[in-house]
């Protein structure tokens, strides 16, 4: 099974609109991090923001907000008002408890394209 | 703030050639990591480096490859054969700790291209 699931490929937004990108996440671990990435088309990885498993309140890094559904098992990543350089690649991740690997699972990212 | 270098930026070589990719961690980070990103693809964990030896690694990660840290500054993965396969964005992480609140710091990436 897919550790992290990102089931939109591409995403078009209204610039100064929001948007949301989905991210649903398997795990059978109590103890996890989940993360948000963008990747511009300049290809370089850039940290967006975390959320803890056991955080009661949702991430937020100004713009950017997210949508904690620990139940669900989702960890959407918000945007409010859409910028042009928001058009983008997003990953979403997750970080499972400290293990030999320690390792970052990504799901396959969602093209955000900000339209004027 | 600090951050992971890479150099060098694209490369190009020959099938069959080795490549060596270099990065630069941050400086007190304790652990390293190489990802690769096949164009349009996800990004696809390689290795996972610690207190001089590997800790973890994937499939992809074969006899063909390899990582050293010859210095106290550098890390770098080698590609001994290269494949056209292996063509792909290549991106060395470092982080401080490995609690599962820890981002990764990623570089800046390195093109590889194998003709």
């Known amino acids: 099974a897919q550790k992290i699931t990102q089931t939109q490929p591409g995403m078009f937004v209204q610039e100064k609109e929001a948007v949301t990108l989905d991210c649903t996440y398997d795990t059978s671990d109590q103890s996890y991090g989940l993360f948000w990435y963008k990747q511009p088309s300049s290809g370089e990885m850039i940290f967006l923001i975390y959320q803890g498993s056991y955080d009661e309140q949702n991430a937020t890094e100004g713009r950017y907000s997210l949508n904690f559904q620990k139940a669900r098992k989702s960890a959407n990543l918000v945007i409010s008002a859409s910028q042009l350089g928001d058009s983008a690649m997003y990953f979403c991740?997750?970080?499972?408890?400290?293990?030999?690997?320690?390792?970052?699972?990504f799901g396959t990212g969602t093209s955000l394209t900000v339209i004027p | 703030e600090p951050e992971v270098t890479q150099t060098p930026s694209h490369q190009v070589t020959q099938m069959g050639q080795e490549v060596i990719l270099r990065c630069v961690p941050i400086s007190n980070h304790l652990y390293f990591y190489w990802y690769r990103q096949i164009l349009g693809q996800k990004v696809e964990f390689l290795v996972s480096?610690?207190?001089?030896?590997?800790?973890?690694k994937s499939e992809i990660f074969d006899d063909q490859f390899s990582v050293e840290r010859p210095d106290g500054s550098n890390f770098t993965l080698k590609i001994r054969s290269t494949k056209l396969e292996d063509s792909a964005m290549y991106f060395c992480?470092?982080?401080?700790?490995?609690?599962?609140?820890?981002?990764?710091?990623f570089g800046s990436g390195t093109q590889l291209s194998v003709l």
């Open positions: 992480a470092s982080s401080e700790a490995t609690g599962t609140e820890e981002k990764l710091f």
């Open positions: 480096f610690y207190n001089n030896e590997i800790s973890e």
């Open positions: 991740a997750m970080r499972e408890a400290p293990n030999t690997g320690n390792q970052f699972y």
